[in-house]
């Protein structure tokens, strides 16, 4: 069922700005706007209304292309790693978050198939492999595996400061990571140091995470992915969050609306094809079908729903607080007024 103009007609919206271009972002990971594009969805959807949709991957304007991190682009929806999205939120952009995604993928800290370290509690005094990324806005890399490392240490009674965290540094594009350039190279450079003994164990994630365990022969210590508390398996990927700058919110809020019906319309759709999903997840990710079940796990396709549930929004303000912890971020800010549920609630009416 398509989402049309007529419908949202029977609304009284506010409507005190002509819209003809919205743009879109989304990470290189499973996500329902990767779906929706795929499917093209979005295109039809925004065709009826003669609305150009734009991604800013095609984009040869650096300015265009660095908002998948800064969110500087009005008119955008972003769908993605959480940490970027947050930093932008602390410098001062003027986003709301719409939606929040949760698909549980791979996370693993790993060591050596020879290493004589087979238990967390092993890693106390041990050298762990963290990425620095010299020229980033935000490091979502070293915050990325930060997270899931200290989350590893945590669960063994162990601290941060109980290892010692060896940076293994890179100078990396901005904007490569964000256009899959890098994707399947991901954590090939820690891997490499763990190889040459220089560090004993790293943290890796996603099917990029999983191919590099098995390119190496490495062994996993603990997958985060499974566990019970969803709060432990909290990192830039879950939960993701959907923003878009507050003037389309407040502006435009049919239009959200409509963009989120399309997201929702997907994950629906995701649920019974779940072989053409894990098409669509490789693609993605740069991997085969086969090595994106093995990472994102067989319930990945009915996982792509948006919610503003009470876990998912209690998982944003962790990662929010861990982030100002830690020191990717400078400036504190209220989770709860960064979230703005009423194009969601508007999206489930459009789909009754």
Request: negative net charge.
């Given at each position: 069922?398509?989402?049309?103009?007529?419908?949202?007609?029977?609304?009284?919206?506010?409507?005190?700005?002509?819209?003809?271009?919205?743009?879109?972002?989304?990470?290189?990971?499973?996500?329902?706007?990767?779906?929706?594009?795929?499917?093209?969805?979005?295109?039809d959807e925004f065709a009826t209304s003669g609305i150009v949709l734009r991604s800013i991957r095609d984009s040869e304007d650096p300015r265009v292309n660095i908002s998948?991190?800064?969110?500087?682009?009005?008119?955008?929806?972003?769908?993605?790693?959480?940490?970027?999205?947050?930093?932008?939120?602390?410098?001062?952009?003027?986003?709301?978050?719409?939606?929040?995604?949760?698909?549980?993928?791979?996370?693993?800290?790993?060591?050596?198939?020879?290493?004589?370290?087979?238990?967390?509690?092993?890693?106390?005094?041990?050298?762990?492999?963290?990425?620095?990324?010299?020229?980033?806005?935000?490091?979502?890399?070293?915050?990325?595996?930060?997270?899931?490392?200290?989350?590893?240490?945590?669960?063994?009674?162990?601290?941060?400061?109980?290892?010692?965290?060896?940076?293994?540094?890179?100078?990396?594009?901005?904007?490569?990571?964000?256009?899959?350039?890098?994707?399947?190279?991901?954590?090939?450079?820690?891997?490499?140091?763990?190889?040459?003994?220089?560090?004993?164990?790293?943290?890796?994630?996603?099917?990029?995470?999983?191919?590099?365990?098995?390119?190496?022969?490495?062994?996993?210590?603990?997958?985060?992915?499974?566990?019970?508390?969803?709060?432990?398996?909290?990192?830039?990927?879950?939960?993701?969050?959907?923003?878009?700058?507050?003037?389309?919110?407040?502006?435009?809020?049919?239009?959200?609306?409509?963009?989120?019906?399309?997201?929702?319309?997907?994950?629906?759709?995701?649920?019974?094809?779940?072989?053409?999903?894990?098409?669509?997840?490789?693609?993605?990710?740069?991997?085969?079908?086969?090595?994106?079940?093995?990472?994102?796990?067989?319930?990945?396709?009915?996982?792509?729903?948006?919610?503003?549930?009470?876990?998912?929004?209690?998982?944003?303000?962790?990662?929010?607080?861990?982030?100002?912890?830690?020191?990717?971020?400078?400036?504190?800010?209220?989770?709860?007024?960064?979230?703005?549920?009423?194009?969601?609630?508007?999206?489930?009416?459009?789909?009754?």
């Amino acid at each position: 069922m398509t989402v049309t103009t007529e419908r949202l007609a029977t609304r009284e919206f506010e409507k005190s700005s002509s819209v003809d271009e919205l743009w879109y972002t989304r990470c290189p990971v499973p996500t329902a706007s990767g779906i929706a594009l795929d499917l093209g969805l979005l295109r039809d959807e925004f065709a009826t209304s003669g609305i150009v949709l734009r991604s800013i991957r095609d984009s040869e304007d650096p300015r265009v292309n660095i908002s998948h991190f800064d969110h500087s682009l009005p008119g955008l929806f972003r769908e993605g790693g959480n940490i970027p999205a947050i930093w932008a939120r602390s410098e001062g952009r003027d986003t709301v978050t719409v939606a929040l995604t949760w698909i549980d993928e791979y996370q693993a800290i790993v060591v050596r198939a020879d290493s004589d370290i087979h238990s967390l509690a092993d890693l106390r005094g041990r050298r762990i492999g963290l990425p620095r990324q010299d020229g980033q806005r935000v490091d979502f890399a070293r915050a990325m595996s930060l997270r899931g490392i200290e989350t590893g240490l945590g669960i063994a009674g162990l601290h941060l400061a109980d290892s010692e965290l060896v940076d293994i540094t890179s100078d990396q594009p901005t904007f490569a990571v964000a256009a899959g350039v890098a994707n399947g190279r991901f954590h090939e450079l820690e891997a490499a140091a763990l190889a040459r003994g220089e560090v004993d164990a790293i943290y890796v994630k996603g099917a990029p995470g999983l191919g590099t365990v098995g390119t190496h022969g490495l062994r996993s210590l603990i997958n985060l992915a499974e566990q019970d508390d969803p709060l432990l398996r909290v990192n830039n990927g879950n939960p993701r969050p959907v923003t878009v700058d507050r003037r389309t919110a407040l502006e435009r809020p049919d239009l959200v609306a409509r963009y989120l019906a399309v997201l929702l319309r997907a994950s629906h759709w995701a649920q019974g094809h779940p072989a053409e999903v894990f098409d669509i997840i490789g693609k993605e990710v740069g991997r085969s079908a086969d090595e994106a079940r093995a990472a994102y796990g067989s319930a990945a396709p009915r996982s792509f729903g948006l919610d503003l549930s009470d876990v998912r929004k209690r998982g944003l303000a962790s990662q929010k607080d861990f982030l100002l912890r830690h020191g990717f971020i400078v400036r504190d800010f209220d989770v709860a007024g960064w979230i703005n549920p009423e194009p969601l609630a508007l999206a489930h009416e459009l789909l009754k």
